[in-house]
């Protein structure tokens, strides 16, 4: 069956960084586009990046030119590279494969002083 598994969140203060990633199997991973989204306490969920089977790339005005997805097709794996992390970065960080309607279980990532 198809399994998303985030990784890489945790604690890191504003202006720090962070590499989430998403190691996916049960389906061909090369012919999917990924997303990554988000969601804050209180808020609802967001799509903060998205990569297409051919890595054409989409970013939400909040997050471009600070984060970087990407993906390796060869391990099954996408990433989110956070830079410049502000505190309204924090949010639940969940991988996503829409054409499958899959989500992973979620990573947290807090950005505090």
């Known amino acids: 069956q198809v399994q998303l598994v985030e990784s890489g969140g945790g604690l890191v203060q504003p202006g720090g960084s962070l590499r989430l990633s998403c190691t996916a199997s049960g389906f061909t991973f090369s012919s999917y586009g990924m997303s990554w989204y988000r969601q804050a306490p209180g808020k609802e969920r967001e799509l903060v990046a998205f990569i297409s089977s051919d890595s054409s790339t989409y970013y939400a005005e909040s997050v471009k030119g600070r984060f970087t997805i990407s993906r390796d097709n060869a391990k099954d794996t996408m990433t989110l590279q956070m830079n410049g992390l502000k505190p309204e970065d924090a949010a639940v960080y969940y991988c996503?494969?829409?054409?499958?309607?899959?989500w992973g279980q979620g990573t947290l990532v807090t950005v505090s002083s």
């Open positions: 996503r494969v829409a054409a499958l309607d899959a």
